[in-house]
């Protein structure tokens, strides 16, 4: 029996593709991209393209297992097979146990992106975690620090539809991109081009979207601030619009003067005709959009720095224009409910009776080795691998390592993570599991169907902790809740961009647009054309609640502390850039032999003349090193970084050579709003190690 199942892709990408999955005698044999999805079209990247190599990797995780050797050791090998209800009884028992001696708040949940799913990404776990009790973890590690500063202006996480940019006469891909990893609003693009647009890519990284663009400014790391203040003081505004709808404009005017071309050439490297000559064309081509990415938001002045790109289409009033304005998230838009999906009223029926304490997943390494009242004594790990993306990797994995830890994982892989877990459940992929599924790149919710049956006994994320909930004796009716009826209350908040869209409804038409103009429209949206959702109406150049955060109610630029504006830079004087793979998602896909082949690994980028000065030759053996670490990379000299900047992948530590990946690096200081990471705030040095041969 052969049939087609439209399904939609979870992963933590801002495409969300609808695609459609060809099964076969119950197994799944294709998959495709959806030709009927608006913003997708029907193609896939490379890969979920591939994805049937996941799903039927010989190397899953089929069964729940325990561990039987030191943690550490990774592999079928450190495991033994046991059923579902002793490893179910084993984590209830030591919860229990720990929860009842040290207080629930010893145990840590641990999730973020590994499923963006509606269900999947946080919804039964939360609700089991709540009623237990449990640390709460603050998921800041990827996109706080941006989102929280686009809503300090704007009062939502909304902006430019991808189907507006192919309106655009003038494109900024600001820290991103988007031809590695939000390739679907690519061709929208590539028709704004053929129509006259022109595509100026700003990034401290000649990405493959600086490769393809008109004009590749590079930047030093962490100066965005400056450079947005700069694009302000010369560009030109539109005054009636900041009349009507901004507030702070005033305030910002005070502070323009002091960024000239010249000082802010000084500090970002950008040639100050260049500075003016990017604020005169984005000032005078409309419509201008802006694509900015959450790069620039993982540096400590990331908070000022998307508020200052964020500013720019208010001051020139690109929000009025089809093809204008600005994309970061579109998240904010969809109106869910999520009392409905989380029930935090569930925390005052904990046996604390009120909100459990927050740990920053940003600073595990610190949670598992020196919090107390009470110490993290069981850590549950799902949607994550916190092993290979945590910065401060060596702290991370000194707590992880400690034998008092209880540790289950709950995975379709054996991750850098697994290598510590006392219990390893296996995980379902999004063949294998029905969902809600919603966007942060564009307005479109998709139902995602399930495709195959669970591969060997594995279980998705709401049946794990609807699993877990019932044999801890949690009565409560939200924890019998069946899959539909979690996406029906879902739907049923009152907003208005949900109005007719129903579960029955997502099930017949795989995509429906969120009712943004109410009546089904499907002409463009503008969310910001006439004002926005801020208490008077305005957009807020001046915040003055950022004034709690310890940050200019306005925005200023601030050297990191990690900076070669400052004098860490005399003993470790290149800018790291922790970079993300094109073709693995943070530490997802990492282990397919198919995606491994198409990335470059375990290489430090560097440009000739910081080589030279090393007296390191393309192909050396080299050591990159701060107060935090040390690893080994092969050295790979080349023109996409700029003199001052080295760059290097994120991968799995334990396939590398010495075990550790690029994390051991970075530090889990944090950004200045939103308790986000800081990973590209990152001073090393290089120098060629002993023994190296040329290549």
């Known amino acids: 029996m052969r049939r087609v199942v439209h399904a939609a892709c979870p992963h933590d990408c801002p495409d969300a593709c609808g695609t459609l999955i060809t099964v076969e005698d119950g197994r799944a044999t294709k998959i495709q991209g959806d030709p009927a999805h608006p913003v997708t079209r029907g193609f896939l990247c490379a890969k979920v393209a591939k994805y049937l190599d996941r ?6 995780v089929l069964y729940p297992m325990r561990r039987i050797a030191p943690k550490g050791k990774g592999g079928t090998e ?41 269900l999947n990404g946080g919804s039964m776990d939360l609700r089991f975690f709540y009623r237990l009790g449990a640390s709460q973890l603050l998921r800041t590690i990827c996109a706080t620090t941006g989102g929280d500063a686009i809503v300090s202006i704007y009062g939502l996480k909304v902006g430019t539809e991808p189907e507006q940019f192919r309106h655009s006469k003038y494109i900024i891909a600001w820290g991103a991109n988007i031809h590695g990893n939000n390739i679907h609003l690519w061709p929208f693009i590539e028709e704004a081009r053929r129509n006259g647009a022109k595509l100026v890519v700003i990034d401290p990284y000649r990405t493959r979207t600086a490769r393809v663009a008109d004009w590749h400014i590079p930047i030093n790391p962490s100066t965005d601030v400056a450079l947005a203040m700069g694009i302000m003081r010369d560009g030109l505004d539109d005054r009636d619009y900041i009349e ?185 992929t999004f063949f294998e599991q029905k969902d809600l599924v919603k966007s942060y790149g564009h307005i479109y919710l998709q139902v995602s169907q399930e495709a195959i049956e669970p ?50 409804r997502l099930e017949r038409e795989p995509q429906v647009r969120l009712n943004v103009h109410g009546g089904g429209s499907e002409k463009p949206w503008l969310p910001f054309a006439q004002g926005f959702p801020t208490p008077n109406g305005k957009a807020r150049l001046y915040d003055r609640d950022l004034i709690a955060h310890g940050m200019d109610p306005v925005a200023e630029f601030v050297p990191p502390d990690e900076s070669r504006h400052t004098t860490m830079a005399e003993r470790y004087p290149l800018e790291l850039l922790a970079r ?116």
């Open 580 to 695: 993300k793979s094109d073709n693995f998602l943070n530490s997802t896909f990492v282990n397919l032999p198919g995606l491994q082949k198409m990335e470059r690994q375990h290489e430090l980028e560097i440009s000739c003349g910081d080589a030279q000065s090393r007296g390191i030759r393309d192909g050396d053996r080299v050591r990159v090193f701060n107060e935090r670490g040390e690893i080994f990379l092969t050295a790979h000299v080349n023109g996409r970084v700029s003199t001052g900047v080295v760059g290097a992948r994120l991968g799995w530590a334990k396939l590398s050579d010495g075990g550790i990946n690029i994390n051991v690096l970075t530090s889990a200081r944090l950004a200045d709003l939103g308790g986000g990471a800081t990973f590209y705030s990152t001073l090393v040095e290089v120098e060629r190690a002993p023994e190296t041969s040329s290549a």
């Open 55 to 60: 799903v039927y990797s010989p190397d899953r």
């Open 455 to 504: 591969l060997g006994e594995c279980k998705s994320n709401v049946e794990l902790f609807r699993e877990l909930a019932v044999r801890m004796g949690f009565e409560e009716p939200c924890f019998h809740e069946s899959v539909d009826e979690m996406i029906d209350g879902a739907l049923a908040s009152g907003a208005p961009q949900l109005a007719g869209i129903t579960r029955e």
């Open 244 to 428: 009507r709808y901004a507030d702070g404009f005033e305030e910002l005017q005070r502070r323009l003067p002091k960024y000239t071309p010249k000082q802010v050439s000084e500090w970002t490297g950008i040639a100050a005709k260049d500075i003016e000559l990017l604020a005169h064309e984005y000032a005078t081509t409309p419509p201008a959009a802006i694509r900015l990415n959450y790069g620039i938001q993982r540096t400590q002045n990331g908070g000022a720095a998307v508020r200052a790109v964020c500013m720019l289409p208010v001051i020139t009033g690109s929000w009025k224009q089809i093809g204008g304005g600005l994309q970061l998230s579109l998240s904010g838009g969809y109106g869910l409910n999520a009392a409905s999906l989380e029930r935090t009223d569930l925390m005052l029926k904990s046996p604390l009776g009120r909100r459990a304490r927050s740990i920053n997943m940003v600073e595990l390494g610190k949670a598992l080795t020196g919090v107390s009242d009470p110490p993290v004594k069981a850590l549950v790990v799902y949607n994550s691998n916190p092993a290979a993306v945590c910065p401060e990797h060596n702290l991370v994995v000194r707590g992880l390592k400690r034998p008092d830890l209880f540790t289950v994982v709950h995975e379709q892989f054996f991750t850098d993570t697994t290598d510590y877990a006392d219990i390893l459940l296996p995980a379902t």
């Open 78 to 118: 450190a495991f033994r097979r046991i059923t579902w209800d002793a490893a179910l009884d084993e984590i209830v028992e030591k919860l229990g146990k720990l929860s009842a001696e040290f207080g629930p708040e010893s145990v840590l949940p641990y999730s973020y992106g590994g499923n963006l799913g509606v």
